[in-house]
């Protein structure tokens, strides 16, 4: 089964649970995104003729006991892998597409006839355009899938599962393999918003709503087509659960176990039947509870994609980023963390008390329109009797930065163009303000710092000594966390100690300078 080359998706046609493993994880070595793993039901687990409904279920919680298992030697031996297990189909369900485009196959058979026979293949035949790449392996003789599986008819008609949903990792695999296993006709999942989102770690890092329940409904078809999906957004810990009467099975983990029975208990309020409550196993062989928060933390310093600047189309030099960030993010400290990485800074604040000097332009306007309460006892604007006079009033705000942006616009060209002339090939342009203001089109790539609102705030009472309403207002005049985030390449998050801060500005050092060479 050695690849010629790499792939960016591909399916692995199984023989046998003996030596399931070592067969994805031969093919995963060729692929780089995604792979597919058709999973034939295995005859002690199947449903046959004399199957009652206890049995059935008895045999569904040992499939969903088998699947974690094999979620857990995936998270060991795939960890950046995208592996799918492809379930059979209910009988007389249509068959849809695959959400990515088969490029090769890994069969476990000898050749393509008996591939196409079997009982793994017959799960995704007809789901794809057959790729041009097959490879073999010529000397199979374990095959403990056989003719006479009768593929798996779910214990339950409509079937109940609820998250966040967030950055998909192999835990929510298997809530919702377990979710589509257990249905006969139907699944529905809540997706959390609004409320339930306000104390997640990270919250500004989620992904939007639509993303979320567009990649759990790719997901579920996949795994398992033909059956009805229902992906509903939910603001409160019940949902859809105490409105569907049919509903008649929810899926929970271990840690949503206690939620599942409030659950129950709200419908017999109500006067609803009770819902089977199916508990999924931890993904077996670790402690370690798998985390889209983790997820979330791992973004920290990472390098994505964004539409490219103005700047960055221009190919011009020096290469620069823009670092931004609210009140209290740790910008400042960033910043001094990177120029001790030998990046020169250039601080938008330094250069609006350039803007701000007397007898320039700026400050002529700026005391015509905000009167000579604005300056000090020697004639210079004080910024803090002047922060006080704008942070309250937007329309005074947006009238300062009227004044005083375009100025601060020049001064940022003029100092790139030095650092230019000076040889530098790479400067960080540090500007609160710097989406703002337009500023990005002078930069390559945009890094933004942040902390959640109110930890911003609690830092702006303790460093200003400021009662919490007036800091409120200030952080809140602001552009948002999840506004600046959403235009960033880079982020980072000073919520913890500065040692973390300092190594996720590392992480994006080390990325860039790959980049840059």
């Not at 960016?8 to 994805?24: D, E, K, Y």
């Not at 609820?162 to 139907?186: C, E, I, K, P």
């Not at 959390?192 to 579920?220: A, N, T, Y």
Request: contains cysteine; hydrophobic residues 40%.
């Amino acid at each position: 089964m050695a690849a010629i080359q790499r792939y960016r998706c591909g399916a692995v046609i199984v023989n046998s649970t003996v030596n399931l493993i070592q067969q994805v994880i031969k093919a995963a070595d060729a692929i780089t995104d995604t792979l597919y793993l058709p999973l034939p039901l295995t005859p002690p687990l199947a449903r046959d003729a004399t199957s009652t409904k206890d049995t059935l279920v008895a045999r569904q919680n040992a499939y969903t006991g088998y699947l974690s298992n094999l979620f857990h030697h995936f998270r060991q031996n795939t960890p950046s892998l995208d592996v799918r297990v492809l379930l059979p189909l209910s009988p007389g369900a249509c068959s849809t597409p695959l959400s990515r485009s088969l490029e090769v196959v890994f069969s476990a058979y000898p050749d393509i006839s008996q591939t196409e026979a079997s009982p793994a293949y017959r799960i995704i035949a007809g789901r794809f355009t057959p790729p041009t790449n097959y490879f073999f392996h010529p000397d199979s003789t374990i095959c403990s899938f056989n003719d006479t599986d009768v593929w798996h008819v779910g214990s339950h008609q409509h079937v109940v599962v609820g998250g966040t949903f967030d950055h998909l990792h192999q835990g929510h695999y298997l809530l919702l393999a377990a979710t589509v296993l257990n249905s006969s006709s139907s699944c529905t999942v809540g997706v959390s918003i609004g409320p339930l989102l306000k104390d997640k770690v990270l919250k500004e890092l989620l992904e939007p709503l639509e993303q979320r329940c567009f990649k759990v409904k790719e997901l579920m078809q996949d795994m398992r087509p033909g059956l009805e999906l229902n992906i509903v957004p939910i603001t409160d810990p019940y949902g859809p659960t105490i409105t569907d009467p049919e509903l008649d099975c929810m899926v929970v983990s271990e840690e949503t176990l206690k939620g599942g029975e409030a659950v129950n208990r709200k419908r017999l309020e109500l006067e609803m039947s009770s819902m089977v409550i199916h508990k999924i196993p931890l993904i077996a062989g670790t402690d370690e509870k798998l985390s889209s928060t983790q997820q979330r933390k791992n973004q920290l310093g990472m390098y994505q994609e964004k539409v490219p600047t103005k700047k960055h189309k221009l190919k011009s030099l020096p290469y620069v980023i823009g670092l931004t960030g609210g009140t209290c993010s740790g910008k400042t400290s960033i910043a001094t963390h990177l120029a001790a990485k030998g990046a020169r800074i250039i601080n938008c604040d330094k250069l609006g008390h350039e803007a701000y000097k007397p007898d320039t332009p700026a400050y002529n306007q700026l005391i015509e329109r905000f009167g000579s309460v604005i300056l000090s006892s020697n004639g210079t604007i004080d910024t803090k009797i002047l922060g006080g006079i704008v942070f309250s009033d937007r329309g005074k705000l947006n009238t300062l930065n009227q004044i005083v942006w375009p100025v601060i616009a020049e001064l940022i060209q003029r100092n790139t163009a030095a650092a230019l002339q000076d040889g530098c090939r790479l400067c960080v342009l540090d500007a609160a303000v710097l989406l703002e203001a337009g500023w990005d089109e002078f930069v390559d790539e945009v890094w933004v710092a942040f902390v959640p609102e109110q930890e911003a705030i609690s830092r702006l009472v303790q460093r200003n000594g400021l009662d919490e309403d007036t800091a409120r207002v200030r952080v809140l005049s602001q552009m948002s966390n999840e506004d600046k985030i959403a235009r960033a390449n880079v982020t980072f998050c000073s919520l913890w100690q500065m040692e973390f801060t300092h190594k996720q500005v590392d992480s994006a050092w080390e990325c860039l300078e790959n980049r840059m060479a």
